[in-house]
């Protein structure tokens, strides 16, 4: 099993920042790519970015130039640069790791990201 923490969500106004981070916990051997997720209010949760254990990168369209994934190695935490935030990108940002064994996914929490226009 793998166990995900997020943090770094808040309140920031637009063409702010804010950095994410997903804590991994549990068989994190087991782990092929961690990614970022959001969802809007009364929208379907939606791909933002993720990285793959080879650090490869892919992102969504409307956050290319702006956010960035990246992986400490050392403590196995992904982060989520957000800059130039705007209000559509208001949501609850979830991290979801895929690994090799069952339940060969994991979801996080959840982390409540707001920008204000």
């Known amino acids: 099993q793998v166990q995900l923490v997020e943090s770094g969500g808040g309140l920031v106004q637009a063409g702010g920042s804010l950095r994410l981070s997903c804590a991994p916990a549990?068989?994190?051997?087991?782990?092929?790519?961690v990614g970022w997720y959001r969802e809007a209010p009364g929208k379907q949760r939606e791909f933002v970015a993720y990285?793959?254990?080879?650090?490869?990168?892919i992102y969504e369209d409307s956050v290319k130039g702006r956010f960035a994934i990246s992986r400490d190695n050392a403590n196995n935490t992904v982060f989520l640069q957000m800059n130039n935030l705007t209000p559509e990108d208001t949501a609850i940002y979830y991290c979801?790791?895929?690994?090799?064994?069952?339940?060969?996914?994991?979801w996080g929490q959840g982390t409540q990201v707001t920008v204000s226009s």
């Open positions: 979801k790791a895929n690994m090799m064994i069952r339940p060969y996914e994991s």
């Open positions: 990285v793959t254990r080879g650090n490869n990168t």
């Open positions: 549990g068989s994190i051997g087991s782990i092929v790519r």
